[in-house]
């Protein structure tokens, strides 16, 4: 492959990435209003079974983000392999960054983030109760 077509594959896996942590997030928002306005109230039983479906569509879009990381190492072992004379300015800018310490906590933090909202989640669900958070005089 050419440096070129590795570079757009790079960012369409990139683009990929971002996408399915937005989904990530849009779906976490959606379970913490369904848990505001009606699971906090809800049984045990309705509780699990939303957050069993809740946890396979989190995984899911983990899974995709996974698999597309691992293309992008290969991406990236691919245009190091390039003969540097031949290596143009936005790939071995590309390589600087995803090599430094921004790489890294990008990836943590896309992990990291993952984790957070997958565990905040159940602590909304199975742990926290709303009647605790209203004011005395409101209820």
């Not at 942590?21 to 109230?41: D, E, K, S």
């Not at 039983?45 to 989190?58: D, E, N, P, Q």
């Amino acid at each position: 492959m050419s440096e070129n077509d590795l570079l757009t594959l790079a960012r369409a896996f990139n683009d990929s990435i971002t996408s399915a942590f937005g989904q990530i997030i849009t779906v976490t928002f959606a379970m913490v209003v369904a848990i505001f306005y009606f699971l906090n109230q809800a049984k045990t039983g309705l509780k699990i079974f939303a957050y069993v479906i809740y946890s396979i569509g989190m995984f899911l879009y983990f899974g995709l983000m996974l698999a597309s990381s691992n293309v992008m190492f290969g991406i990236h072992e691919a245009l190091k392999a390039l003969p540097a004379d031949h290596v143009s300015r936005p790939t071995a800018y590309l390589l600087a960054v995803n090599a430094s310490w921004i790489g890294l906590v990008e990836g943590w933090l896309i992990t990291g983030g993952f984790w957070i909202l997958w565990l905040g989640v159940a602590w909304l669900l199975f742990v926290w109760r709303k009647a605790d958070h209203i004011p005395p005089d409101a209820r």
